[in-house]
């Protein structure tokens, strides 16, 4: 029991994608002596780190990055010769990621989404004619399938125009002639079908776990 060691113990790793060992097999490297020995043992690494990564082997300068990884999860102090240049300490540990922007905006009606609230916007500033004609019938209809996704069985169309109307300020409009919108039963229908496809994929599962 008293060889037992929790991940809070132990050193935080660098790079998380490549687990454990093989940060313990850079730290190894690096208290090697023996030159020669170093660097096959870097190589070797190496190895590993692209057998992790097959996606990347189609990747320009996939080596290039492997090797910039290595001496990153050796917090530089792996002395190897590389086949490239060595990537620069003071860039990489005084540099940070660009802040992530996160929507901020709260819609008014959340079962629609930001996105409509961006398509009506969009819409909005589209020349009159018949291909916003068809963005306002698709915005209306898609509209009318997020609201029945929330928690309805039905909706009658003057509650999406309604709404529509009220996201738009007023000016988007679906014509007369483009009424009634998509059937409810439509929507409900290929909504049965999603689940019902994704009950049968999670019965299969469950089937060959016995």
Same mark, same amino acid.
């Not at 992530?100 to 589209?126: C, T, V």
């Not at 916003?132 to 928690?151: G, R, S, V």
């Given at each position: %029991?008293?060889?037992?060691?929790?991940?809070?113990?132990? *050193?935080?790793? !660098?790079?998380?994608?490549?687990? +454990?060992?093989?940060?313990? %097999?850079?730290? @190894?490297?690096?208290?090697?002596? /023996?030159?020669?020995?170093?660097?096959?043992?870097?190589?070797? !690494?190496?190895?590993?780190?692209?057998?992790?990564?097959?996606?990347? +082997?189609?990747?320009?300068?996939?080596?290039? *990055?492997?090797?910039?990884?290595?001496?990153?999860?050796? /917090?530089?102090?792996?002395?190897? /010769?590389?086949?490239?240049?060595?990537?620069?300490?003071?860039?990489? *540990?005084?540099? *940070?990621?660009?802040?992530?922007?996160?929507? @901020?905006?709260?819609?008014?009606?959340?079962?629609?989404? $930001?996105?409509?609230?961006? %398509? !009506? /916007?969009?819409?909005?500033?589209?020349?009159?004619?018949? %291909?916003?004609?068809?963005?306002?019938? $698709?915005?209306?209809?898609?509209?009318?399938?997020?609201?029945?996704?929330?928690?309805?069985?039905?909706?009658?169309?003057?509650? !999406?125009?309604?709404? =529509?109307?009220?996201?738009?300020?007023?000016? =988007?409009?679906?014509?007369?002639?483009?009424?009634?919108?998509?059937?409810?039963?439509?929507? =409900?229908?290929?909504?049965?079908?999603?689940?019902?496809?994704?009950?049968?994929?999670? +019965?299969?599962?469950?089937?060959?776990?016995?």
């Amino acid at each position: %029991m008293n060889s037992l060691e929790y991940n809070t113990e132990r *050193k935080k790793l !660098i790079i998380p994608e490549y687990g +454990r060992h093989v940060h313990q %097999m850079v730290d @190894q490297a690096v208290s090697v002596k /023996d030159k020669v020995e170093k660097n096959k043992m870097a190589k070797a !690494i190496i190895g590993v780190m692209g057998n992790l990564n097959p996606h990347l +082997r189609d990747v320009p300068d996939f080596q290039h *990055k492997l090797w910039a990884q290595l001496f990153i999860m050796s /917090d530089f102090q792996l002395d190897v /010769d590389s086949p490239f240049e060595k990537p620069s300490e003071d860039l990489y *540990k005084d540099s *940070k990621p660009n802040k992530l922007n996160y929507p @901020q905006s709260h819609p008014k009606y959340r079962f629609y989404g $930001n996105n409509i609230k961006k %398509m !009506i /916007d969009i819409a909005i500033e589209w020349e009159e004619g018949d %291909m916003k004609t068809k963005l306002i019938l $698709n915005i209306a209809n898609h509209m009318k399938k997020c609201f029945l996704n929330w928690n309805k069985d039905s909706v009658e169309d003057k509650v !999406i125009i309604d709404h =529509l109307d009220d996201l738009s300020n007023g000016k =988007l409009k679906v014509i007369e002639s483009n009424l009634p919108l998509t059937d409810s039963s439509e929507f =409900l229908k290929n909504k049965i079908k999603t689940n019902n496809f994704k009950s049968g994929k999670n +019965r299969k599962k469950n089937k060959r776990r016995f």
